[in-house]
T-cell receptor
């Protein structure tokens, strides 16, 4: 499985866009990029996933570079409730295991 | 709609005691999972099930047993608790493993301390 690298922590001003990077330089052609987040003391929550095209849903946008070696999760208007640990996961779809690393701790500042 | 419910939410055990953690989901999901999360670390998969009556080992299965007698329930057992099993345990479920990708839905965890 491709390994992911994320910054340990980031800050973002409330109302601004939060851009969370993820490097996955060893990703293979059949591996997807998934994003989950974990708000303090809660179970992880699915955000978005993609293969090679950019994706958008009601929570966030996912931008994947053309060579697929990195991606960025964008929260367009961060709120205090977006303060959480964000996990970038690369995995073959259909596999049962999600490997959660240590993620990026995003703090949204008032 | 309750989603994924874990029972109990907190528990303190003595070394050598046994206990069972219960996970229940009301979304008619086929797949269910048990993870553990230690301080400052990500989640690690203990066991999972792809359907009623089936179970399989994950990344860290030693010291745990599981059963999936009913589709909506997934039980995690500790036969002889050890301090190294002090952790937060999360249960999750999904329709299938994909494709297309089916997100995993998580419960709010069981905080287990073993003295």
């Amino acid at each position: 499985d491709a390994k992911t690298t994320q910054p340990p922590s980031m800050d973002c001003a409330e109302g601004r866009a939060a851009n969370l990077p993820c490097n996955h330089s060893t990703i293979s052609g059949n591996e997807y990029v998934y994003w989950y987040r974990q708000i303090h003391s809660q179970g992880p929550q699915y955000i978005i996933h993609g293969l090679k095209n950019n994706e958008t849903n009601e929570m966030a946008s996912l931008i994947i570079t053309e060579d697929r070696k990195s991606s960025t999760l964008i929260l367009p208007h961060a709120t205090l409730r977006d303060t959480a640990v964000y996990y970038c996961i690369v995995r073959v779809t259909g596999a049962n295991n999600l490997f959660f690393g240590t993620g990026t701790r995003l703090t949204v500042i008032p | 709609n309750a989603g994924v419910t874990q029972t109990p939410k907190f528990r303190v055990l003595k070394t050598g005691q046994s206990m069972t953690l219960l996970c229940a989901q009301d979304m008619n999901h086929e797949y269910m999972y048990w993870y553990r999360q230690d301080p400052g670390m990500g989640l690690r998969l203990i066991h999972y099930s792809v359907g009623e009556g089936t179970t399989a080992k994950g990344e860290v299965p030693d010291g745990y047993n599981v059963s999936r007698l009913k589709k909506q329930n997934f039980l995690l057992g500790l036969e002889s608790a050890a301090p190294s099993q002090t952790s937060v345990y999360f249960c999750a479920s999904s329709f299938t493993g994909g494709p297309p990708y089916q997100p995993q839905h998580f419960g709010d965890g069981t905080r287990l301390s073993i003295l």
